[in-house]
C-alpha cells in the first residue's frame, strides 16, 4: 500500500493524489463549508471511501466529505509515531513504593489507525513517559498482568490479581494501582473486595473514560490521584479512584463494592450508591468524607480468597417474562441466579413454577432491585411473602453487579444452602450497609427551577 494515502480507497485516494497531499501532511483544506486546517491522518481499512480524516490543532479529528472538498494544500510534512516511549521510573529516598498492575483498558492504550480502534498497547512502563508527574509522587514498578479490554475480564482474571496483590504485599509494596477498562472497572473492584481482605495498603483501581491521544482524555490526572491515593492514604482498602466532576477538579476514592459505572462517556461516570465517596484526591492531598474505613497497617497479613463459580448470572427481570428463562439457566448447569426485582423485590406470577424447579435443583436464588438505591422489602407485598416462601433470599441494599459478584465468590467456596446463604448476607467490607444516608440518594431532575438555579452555582 502506498504510504502517501495509507488506507484511502477509490475516490478519497483519488482525491490525494489529485493535490498531491500525503498522509501525515500538514494541510489546508478548502471546502464548500469552510477551511480546515490540520495533519492529514490514515484511514481505518474498513472505513468507507467518502472521507478524509483530519487531525486539528485542538487535537480532535474531524471528517471531511470529498465531495465538498474544492482545494488543499500541503504546507508541511512530518510523519506522526503515536507509540509513547517506555522510560525507566526513577529512584527517590523516602517516598512511598508502588506496585502498578496493568490489564489493559483505555488508561493503557493508543488509536491504532489501521483500523481506527482504541487498542491496549501501552504498557505499564509507558505510562511513565506519557505522565511522568508519577515519579513526583512515588517509586513505581510496574507489571502488565494482562493486556484486555475490561469486558475481557472475567474470573480466571480475578483470581490472577487477587494472587499478584497478596505477593506484592507480602514483598513489602505500601500500595497497588491496577490500571484497567472502566466497563468493568466495579465488577472487578468488588470481585477483589472478597478476594483480597484485611488488606494493609490501599488497592486502588484506576482507568480512564477518554483515550490518552485526546485533549480530554482523564487518563493523566486520574493516574495522578490514584498514584497519591496508593501512596499516602490510610484508607487500606480496594477502591476506584476516577474523576469527581467532569472538571478536572478533584477525583474521588469510591469502595469498591459501592459504586457503579453511571454513564457511558462522562468522565465524571462512577458514583458510589447508596452511601458517599471515601474520599476526595487531589494532586496536593487526600480529603476524608468517610470517618469509617479499614486503615493503612504497618504489618504485612492480608488474607487471600481467589474463588469463583463461574456457573452463575443474573437475569434483570421485565414485564411478561418467561419461565423458560430461568429454566433454560437450570437446564445448562446454573448453580447460583441473582434476580435484579422490580420495585422492592418482585417478579411476575408465570415466573413462581419456574423458581420453585430450580431451588429444588438446588440453585441458589438472590433477590436485588433494579432501582439500584434502596433496600429489597420483600415481605410488604404478597408477592415478595410467597418468593421468598419458595427459597428467594433478599439481599437488602446490595448492588446487583456486587450481588452477582459476591454469589461467584460464594458457591466457589462451599454449595450448602446455609452456609451460602449466611456468608451472602455477612457483610464482607459495605456491600451491604445498616442504612444509607440522605445524601446517598442523589439525582437532579434538570430543568426544574430549584436545579437550574442551583447549577448555575457549581462547576459542571
Same mark, same amino acid.
Given at each position: 500500500?502506498?504510504?502517501?494515502?495509507?488506507?484511502?480507497?477509490?475516490r =478519497?485516494?483519488e482525491?490525494?493524489?489529485?493535490?498531491?497531499?500525503?498522509?501525515?501532511?500538514?494541510?489546508?483544506?478548502?471546502?464548500?463549508?469552510?477551511?480546515?486546517?490540520?495533519?492529514?491522518?490514515?484511514?481505518?481499512?474498513?472505513? +468507507?471511501?467518502?472521507?478524509? @480524516?483530519?487531525?486539528?490543532?485542538?487535537?480532535?479529528?474531524?471528517?471531511?466529505?470529498?465531495?465538498?472538498i474544492?482545494?488543499?494544500?500541503?504546507?508541511?510534512?512530518?510523519?506522526?509515531?503515536?507509540?509513547?516511549?517506555?522510560?525507566?521510573?526513577?529512584?527517590?529516598?523516602?517516598?512511598?513504593?508502588?506496585?502498578?498492575?496493568?490489564?489493559?483498558?483505555?488508561? =493503557?492504550?493508543?488509536?491504532?489507525?489501521?483500523?481506527?480502534? @482504541?487498542?491496549p498497547?501501552?504498557?505499564?512502563?509507558?505510562?511513565?513517559? =506519557?505522565?511522568?508527574?508519577?515519579?513526583?509522587?512515588?517509586?513505581?514498578?510496574?507489571?502488565?498482568?494482562?493486556?484486555?479490554?475490561?469486558?475481557?475480564?472475567?474470573?480466571e482474571?480475578?483470581?490472577?490479581? =487477587?494472587i499478584?496483590?497478596?505477593?506484592?504485599?507480602?514483598?513489602?509494596?505500601?500500595?497497588?494501582?491496577?490500571?484497567?477498562?472502566?466497563?468493568t472497572?466495579?465488577?472487578?473492584?468488588?470481585?477483589?473486595?472478597?478476594?483480597?481482605?484485611?488488606?494493609? @495498603?490501599?488497592?486502588?483501581l484506576?482507568?480512564?473514560?477518554?483515550?490518552?491521544?485526546r485533549?480530554?482524555?482523564?487518563?493523566?490526572?486520574?493516574?495522578?490521584?490514584?498514584?497519591?491515593?496508593?501512596?499516602?492514604?490510610?484508607?487500606?482498602?480496594?477502591?476506584?479512584?476516577?474523576?469527581?466532576?467532569?472538571? +478536572?477538579?478533584?477525583?474521588?476514592?469510591?469502595?469498591?463494592?459501592?459504586?457503579?459505572?453511571?454513564?457511558?462517556?462522562y468522565?465524571?461516570?462512577?458514583?458510589?450508591?447508596? +452511601?458517599?465517596?471515601?474520599?476526595?484526591?487531589?494532586?496536593?492531598?487526600?480529603?476524608?468524607?468517610?470517618?469509617?474505613?479499614?486503615h493503612r497497617?504497618s +504489618?504485612?497479613?492480608?488474607?487471600?480468597?481467589?474463588?469463583?463459580?463461574?456457573?452463575?448470572?443474573?437475569?434483570?427481570y421485565?414485564?411478561?417474562m418467561?419461565?423458560?428463562m430461568?429454566?433454560?439457566?437450570?437446564?445448562?448447569?446454573?448453580?447460583?441466579?441473582?434476580?435484579?426485582?422490580?420495585?422492592?423485590?418482585?417478579?411476575?406470577?408465570?415466573l413462581?413454577?419456574?423458581?420453585?424447579?430450580a431451588?429444588?435443583?438446588? @440453585?441458589?436464588?438472590?433477590?436485588?432491585?433494579?432501582?439500584?438505591?434502596?433496600?429489597v422489602?420483600?415481605?410488604?407485598?404478597?408477592t415478595?411473602?410467597?418468593?421468598?416462601?419458595?427459597?428467594?433470599?433478599?439481599?437488602?441494599n446490595?448492588?446487583?453487579?456486587?450481588?452477582?459478584?459476591?454469589?461467584g465468590?460464594?458457591?466457589?467456596?462451599?454449595?450448602?444452602?446455609?452456609?451460602?446463604?449466611?456468608?451472602?448476607l455477612s457483610?464482607v467490607?459495605?456491600?451491604?450497609?445498616?442504612?444509607e444516608?440522605?445524601?446517598?440518594?442523589?439525582?437532579?431532575?434538570?430543568?426544574?427551577?430549584?436545579?437550574?438555579k442551583?447549577?448555575?452555582?457549581?462547576?459542571?
Open positions: 500500500m502506498d504510504d502517501n494515502t495509507q488506507g484511502y480507497k477509490n =478519497a485516494r482525491i490525494l493524489e489529485k493535490y498531491k497531499v500525503r498522509v501525515w501532511g500538514d494541510s489546508e483544506i478548502y471546502t464548500t463549508r469552510g477551511t480546515f486546517k490540520g495533519i492529514i491522518l490514515p484511514r481505518s481499512e474498513n472505513d +468507507d471511501d467518502k472521507h478524509i @480524516v483530519l487531525k486539528l490543532i485542538t487535537g480532535y479529528n474531524v471528517g471531511i466529505n470529498i465531495d465538498t474544492t482545494d488543499m494544500k500541503e504546507i508541511g510534512y512530518k510523519k506522526a509515531n503515536y507509540k509513547i516511549p517506555e522510560k525507566e521510573f526513577p529512584y527517590s529516598e523516602g517516598k512511598p513504593n508502588i506496585k502498578l498492575i496493568g490489564t489493559g483498558g483505555t488508561i =493503557a492504550s493508543r488509536l491504532d489507525y489501521r483500523t481506527g480502534a @482504541v487498542i498497547a501501552f504498557s505499564p512502563g509507558e505510562l511513565y513517559g =506519557a505522565v511522568p508527574e508519577l515519579a513526583d509522587i512515588c517509586n513505581l514498578k510496574t507489571d502488565k498482568l494482562f493486556a484486555v479490554f475490561s469486558e475481557n475480564m472475567g474470573p482474571q480475578y483470581k490472577t490479581l =487477587a499478584a496483590i497478596g505477593k506484592e504485599i507480602e514483598n513489602g509494596v505500601d500500595g497497588i494501582m491496577i490500571g484497567h477498562g472502566t466497563d472497572l466495579h465488577h472487578t473492584a468488588a470481585a477483589l473486595t472478597f478476594m483480597v481482605q484485611n488488606s494493609p @495498603v490501599p488497592i486502588v484506576v482507568g480512564s473514560q477518554r483515550s490518552s491521544d485533549p480530554s482524555s482523564d487518563a493523566a490526572l486520574n493516574l495522578i490521584h490514584a498514584a497519591t491515593a496508593a501512596g499516602t492514604s490510610d484508607i487500606a482498602e480496594v477502591m476506584i479512584c476516577m474523576f469527581g466532576p467532569t472538571s +478536572d477538579e478533584y477525583g474521588l476514592l469510591h469502595r469498591g463494592t459501592r459504586v457503579r459505572k453511571m454513564h457511558s462517556s468522565r465524571s461516570t462512577f458514583r458510589t450508591i447508596g +452511601d458517599i465517596p471515601l474520599a476526595m484526591v487531589t494532586r496536593e492531598k487526600i480529603t476524608h468524607l468517610k470517618q469509617t474505613y479499614n497497617r +504489618d504485612r497479613n492480608v488474607t487471600i480468597k481467589p474463588f469463583f463459580e463461574e456457573k452463575v448470572g443474573m437475569i434483570y421485565y414485564p411478561n418467561q419461565p423458560d430461568i429454566d433454560s439457566m437450570v437446564e445448562n448447569g446454573y448453580k447460583g441466579i441473582i434476580i435484579a426485582g422490580t420495585g422492592l423485590g418482585h417478579v411476575n406470577k408465570p413462581y413454577p419456574a423458581i420453585e424447579r431451588v429444588k435443583a438446588g @440453585v441458589h436464588i438472590f433477590m436485588t432491585v433494579q432501582t439500584i438505591w434502596g433496600y422489602h420483600m415481605f410488604v407485598y404478597d415478595g411473602r410467597d418468593l421468598m416462601a419458595k427459597g428467594i433470599v433478599p439481599t437488602e446490595m448492588l446487583p453487579e456486587v450481588a452477582y459478584i459476591k454469589l465468590w460464594v458457591l466457589g467456596q462451599t454449595d450448602d444452602p446455609e452456609e451460602v446463604r449466611r456468608m451472602m457483610p467490607n459495605g456491600e451491604t450497609t445498616e442504612g444516608p440522605y445524601n446517598g440518594y442523589l439525582v437532579f431532575q434538570g430543568g426544574t427551577p430549584e436545579i437550574e442551583f447549577l448555575c452555582t457549581i462547576h459542571m
